[in-house]
């Protein structure tokens, strides 16, 4: 039930870019996406509600495709304080409301 | 509060003794969750409050488990008689209501079991 996300891990030079994919077996009503640095707590990013709906802010945005059930997050030219997981926060009903964080992706930028 | 508060920061407890976590979620906020999350490893779920509704309990890993929730605000996680399997970092977030807000954490309790 947990969602994948793909990679589980990518390291980055300054500047690239990446994409990190989050899939999930069910139908969602929401995605969102957090952040964690080594030995804080998640930070949130952003939530996405909609079918299609992109949001974004600075040079990190995200999409989500409801009939895939699936959510990308886009970070572009990265820099050093992108560095930390990433997690997807998935919003569904199974009988009852449930909300389940996606595997991680660990993401690595260095100078 | 300004922003969803955890103690203690750090628990070493030996293997057997009871131990109680506590989360002060932000002012208002109407759902709260308890997450564990063991070194290097993603974010389990333990247990879901929402307002007066019953818990979604479905989360928590054996009946030495167990959370309450006082009055729609503090919450406690209790873990009895522990086990080193037990050690990890068990984090709280609140949300104003179900999801659609994102959640805030705390900066979570570091339990170590010896």
């Known amino acids: 039930q947990q969602p994948v996300q793909s990679p589980q891990a990518v390291i980055l030079r300054e500047g690239e870019d990446a994409v990190i994919n989050c899939s999930s077996s069910k139908a969602l009503y929401s995605v969102h996406w957090y952040r964690q640095k080594h030995g804080e707590a998640p930070v949130f990013l952003m939530i996405?509600?909609?079918?299609?709906e992109q949001k974004g802010h600075d040079k990190i945005s995200a999409s989500f495709n409801e009939k895939k059930q699936q959510s990308s997050l886009y970070l572009t030219a990265s820099q050093l304080s992108y560095s930390g997981t990433y997690f997807c926060?998935?919003?569904?009903?199974?009988?009852?409301?449930?909300?389940?964080f996606g595997t991680g992706t660990r993401l690595k930028v260095l100078a | 509060g300004a922003g969803v508060s955890q103690s203690p920061s750090n628990k070493v407890t030996e293997k057997g003794k009871d131990v109680e976590l506590r989360c002060d979620p932000i002012?208002?906020?109407?759902?709260l969750y308890w997450y564990r999350q063991s070194l290097g490893q993603g974010l389990e779920f333990l247990i879901y409050f929402q307002g007066n509704s019953a818990p979604d309990k479905s989360g928590l890993p054996s009946d030495r488990f167990s959370a309450e929730r006082t009055g729609g605000s503090v919450s406690t996680l209790t873990i009895q008689r522990t086990q080193q399997e037990d050690s990890a970092v068990y984090l709280c977030a609140s949300s104003p209501s179900t999801g659609r807000y994102g959640y805030t954490f705390g900066s979570g309790t570091r339990l170590t079991v010896v």
């Open positions: 996405l509600l909609k079918g299609g």
């Open positions: 926060g998935t919003e569904y009903t199974s009988g009852t409301y449930k909300y389940i």
């Open positions: 002012s208002g906020h109407t759902a």
